[in-house]
């Protein structure tokens, strides 16, 4: 059997792909990887805590902002904070710049990231 590893930077990890089969280097699963990373990219771009750009500093900033992904991270994050009885509370984590308390998703948004991100592997792949 056949085997390709994709992988990129994103979110200041590497990321990687495995794959599989009789094809790995097929120009769909090659398609269907970039779209994963494409979208990886995308939630950086969104909710990087690090980047001045971002959908989450515009937020910070009480600026608008108009991903679609943005509210369903704010109540996945309140949801997490409820199960966990605070355990896990993004609202007032330590800026590693400044030390100033802040919102950082970012343990939550990696994950769920990948959980959308993957849906792109569905068609191409069983498992």
Known sequence: MKQRAYVEQI?????????RGPEPDSAGVRRRVELVFADLRHADAVFSP???DSELARWQRQEPVTDPGFPVVLALCDEARARTEGW???RELPDPRTGAPRFDPSGLVKGWAVQEASQHLEAVFTI
């Open 88 to 90: 896990f509370d993004p």
């Open 50 to 52: 690090y980047r001045d």
């Open 11 to 19: 979110m200041g990890l590497p990321v990687s792909i495995h794959v």
